[in-house]
């Protein structure tokens, strides 16, 4: 039972109900504690989310599109759910089940790899100013 949830995500509706119907679930597929690498990897991609969402959010960008290779579809992560789901993950090796966004506006969602270009060109510009030399 998972009852020490992040901030970011709504309260679980069967908290405390003996006939929770994800218990199944964590029966089948329990939580595992991560490894110390992938713990790290987590914890940087929390600190590379910040970054993301402090440079972008002004902007009207949601938060991330992730492209599912399971349903081929698209799916849309807001900044709040994407750091509950990472910080699940350091709790309990586990992302709670979510409901998807509900008619996500696709141009207000952008990908990783936008966000770390993004974050990149800013740094660039912030150390460089408009003549974008390296050095």
Known sequence: MRDQLPP???????AGDPADPAAALDAIEPGQPLDP???LAVEEDLADLAVYEALLSHRGIRGLVVSCEDCN????H??????????????DGTVRPHEP????????YVTWD???GYADASMNEALYGDSGLDG
């Not at 970011?8 to 069967?14: I, M, N, S, Y």
């Not at 807001?78 to 709790?91: E, F, H, I, T």
Request: charged share 25%; proline share 13%; net charge negative.
């Open 8 to 14: 970011g995500l709504p309260p679980d509706p069967f």
């Open 37 to 39: 690498q992938e713990r």
């Open 73 to 76: 579809s698209d799916h849309y």
């Open 78 to 91: 807001d900044w709040d759910m994407l750091r509950a789901n990472l910080l699940q993950l350091l709790v």
């Open 101 to 108: 966004a509900f008619d996500p506006v696709p141009e207000a």
């Open 114 to 116: 936008y966000c770390r």
